[in-house]
T-cell receptor, first 113, second 115 residues
Framework: QKEVEQNSGPLSVPEGAIASLNCTYSDRGSQSFFWYRQYSGKSPELIMSIYSNGDKEDGRFTAQLNKASQYVSLLIRDSQPSDSATYLCAVNWASGGYQKVTFGTGTKLQVIP | DAMVIQNPRYQVTQFGKPVTLSCSQTLNHNVMYWYQQKSSQAPKLLFHYYDKDFNNEADTPDNFQSRRPNTSFCFLDIRSPGLGDAAMYLC??????????????FGPGTRLTVL
């Protein structure tokens, strides 16, 4: 059973602060890691993907990966009220020659104006 | 713009009345996926097509079927919806050409209500 664990939150941060979202995964063979943002009642939207250990930055978002610790995180700098959403961590794994993705249950982020 | 489209966005059906959800894509992706997502839960993979190859998850109920008549379209059929099948149904696509960097892109989803 491939598992992806996230704190369900809610994580509340004031506007302009850094939001830190964390995720751990069980499959040491996983190679690809994704963060999706999901607004209430909407579908997941890809925010970041990361494949190598270290940091990957895209605008206000930074993804961090540590394969040895089986840990991936997402930092959101200068958090805005529009960032309030559920953030899903997704991790790939191989099954029968196909790539599949397991999602965490998500962390709900609330940015307080 | 290339995209994943789902129709209808909202579907209301009666207990036991068959329903079909539609997904189409203009991305020319090889892989199409169907997920079920209930409130505050992770998306749950029901099945996926790699081109014409159908892959069913072991725990997907027989009540759920899928068809992919061509590259662009994929359908989810629920033969006898129960109250527990009320959920958001998400279609996603991916290129399927890279073993380690394949990325899934989601359509807007169909919200299914069962009365």
């Amino acid at each position: 059973q491939k598992e992806v664990e996230q704190n369900s939150g809610p994580l509340s941060v004031p506007e302009g602060a850094i939001a830190s979202l964390n995720c751990t995964y069980s499959d040491r063979g996983s190679q690809s890691f994704f963060w999706y943002r999901q607004y209430s009642g909407k579908s997941p939207e890809l925010i970041m993907s990361i494949y190598s250990n270290g940091d990957k930055e895209d605008g206000r978002f930074t993804a961090q990966l540590n394969k040895a610790s089986q840990y991936v995180s997402l930092l959101i700098r200068d958090s805005q009220p529009s960032d309030s959403a559920t953030y899903l961590c997704a991790v790939n794994w191989a099954s029968g020659g196909y790539q599949k993705v397991t999602f965490g249950t998500g962390t709900k982020l609330q940015v307080i104006p | 713009d290339a995209m994943v489209i789902q129709n209808p966005r909202y579907q209301v059906t009666q207990f036991g009345k068959p329903v079909t959800l539609s997904c189409s894509q203009t991305l020319n992706h090889n892989v199409m996926y169907w997920y079920q997502q209930k409130s505050s839960q992770a998306p749950k993979l029901l099945f996926h097509y790699y081109d014409k190859d159908f892959n069913n998850e072991a725990d997907t109920p027989d009540n759920f079927q899928s068809r992919r008549p061509n590259t662009s379209f994929c359908f989810l059929d629920i033969r006898s919806p129960g109250l527990g099948d009320a959920a958001m149904y998400l279609c996603a696509t991916s290129r399927g050409d890279s073993p380690y960097t394949d990325t899934q892109y989601f359509g807007p989803g169909t919200r299914l209500t069962v009365l």
